[in-house]
C-alpha cells in the first residue's frame, strides 16, 4: 500500500513538474483558463441556462438584456443567454469531433505513407496536394452544399477539409522517423512491417498531428460557424453560435444583442485554443519558440 501510495505521489510530482512550464507562459495560462471555462459551460448547459433555448415567447420578442434575460432575447422570444450557452455544447461537440476523427485518420494514412514509400505514397501525396490547393473554407462550403444543409453535413465537409493537412504532417515524421536505427534494428529483427509500423513508426510520428489539432480546434470553431452562419451548417432552432449570428444579423442594427454575445463567444473560444495551441507548440517542439 505504502509503494502504491509512493508511486502515485512521484507520477503527480512528475505531472505537475510537466505541466508548470507550459502553465508559466501567462497567454498559455490564459488559453487554458478560457477552454476549461467553455468546457465547463457546455458539460453543465442545463444547470447552467435559466430558461429552455427553443421555447417560443412571442410576447417577449427583442427584447434587451435585463435581469430577467441577461442577453436579451430573439426575434421570437428565445433567451439569448440559454442559448449562447446550449450553443457551446454544439460549436465545441463538432469541433472536437472533426479534430479527433480528421487526426487519427490523416495520422494513419500520413505514417502509412511515410513508412511506405514508392507509388503508394507518390499517390496518396499528389492527392493531398491537390486537395491543399483549394482553400478550406471553399471546400468546406461545396462539400456542404453538395451533401445538403445540416450539421451533420458540415462535420463531414469539415474533416474532409482538415484530413490532408494532417496526412502530410504524419508522412513527414514517418519518413524522418523510419531512419532511425531502432527501426533498422527492430527490421533486422525479423518484425513484420506492420509491426514495426504500429510498435515504432506510428507512435512517434503524431506529435506534429498533436501540436497541430490544439490550432485547429479554434480554427474549426470559425469554420463551423462560418457555414452555419451562410446556412450550410446548423440549421434554425438549433442553437448553434454560428447560426445564431446567422439569425441575429437581420435584426443587428436595433437589437445588437442578437449577434454581440453569440459572436462574441466565438471570437473568445478560438483564441483560447488558439492560445492554448501555441503554448503546446512552444512546449512539445522547443525548436520552434528557439527559432522565434
Given at each position: ?37 467553455m ?28 435581469a ?12 439569448v ?30 505514417c ?53 493537412s494532417?496526412i ?64 450550410l ?60
Amino acid at each position: 500500500m505504502t509503494n502504491s501510495a509512493n508511486s502515485a505521489i512521484s507520477h503527480g510530482r512528475g505531472l505537475v513538474s510537466r505541466i508548470g512550464p507550459l502553465m508559466s507562459n501567462p497567454l498559455t495560462a490564459a488559453g487554458v483558463a478560457i477552454v476549461l471555462i467553455m468546457a465547463i459551460v457546455a458539460i453543465f448547459a442545463p444547470v447552467i441556462a435559466p430558461y429552455d433555448p427553443l421555447v417560443i415567447d412571442i410576447r417577449g420578442r427583442l427584447l434587451p438584456p435585463s435581469a430577467a434575460h441577461w442577453f436579451g432575447t430573439d426575434e421570437v422570444g428565445r433567451d439569448v443567454f440559454s442559448r449562447v450557452i446550449y450553443g457551446s455544447r454544439l460549436s465545441l461537440g463538432v469541433s472536437f469531433t472533426v479534430v479527433l476523427i480528421a487526426g487519427v485518420i490523416g495520422a494513419m494514412i500520413g505514417c502509412f505513407a511515410g513508412f511506405e514509400g514508392g507509388l503508394i505514397e507518390s499517390v496518396i501525396m499528389r492527392i493531398v496536394d491537390i486537395m491543399l490547393s483549394i482553400p478550406g473554407l471553399v471546400m468546406a462550403m461545396a462539400l456542404s452544399a453538395a451533401l445538403g444543409p445540416s450539421l451533420e453535413n458540415a462535420l463531414i465537409a469539415l474533416v474532409v477539409v482538415l484530413v490532408p493537412s494532417y496526412i502530410r504532417l504524419a508522412r513527414g515524421q514517418a519518413r524522418s522517423v523510419k531512419g532511425n536505427a531502432y527501426v533498422d534494428a527492430a527490421r533486422l529483427s525479423g518484425l513484420s512491417r506492420w509491426h514495426i509500423l504500429r510498435k515504432h513508426v506510428a507512435p512517434n510520428s503524431v506529435q506534429p498531428v498533436i501540436i497541430q489539432s490544439s490550432v485547429d480546434l479554434g480554427n474549426v470553431i470559425l469554420v463551423a460557424a462560418a457555414l452555419s452562419f451562410l446556412g450550410l451548417g446548423a440549421q434554425p432552432p438549433e442553437p448553434e453560435w454560428g447560426a445564431l449570428v446567422g439569425t441575429g444579423r437581420n435584426y443587428f442594427l436595433d437589437h445588437w444583442w442578437c449577434v454581440v454575445f453569440a459572436g462574441g463567444a466565438i471570437v473568445l473560444t478560438a483564441i483560447g485554443f488558439n492560445l492554448l495551441g501555441d503554448g503546446l507548440r512552444d512546449f512539445l517542439d522547443p525548436r520552434h519558440s528557439e527559432g522565434r
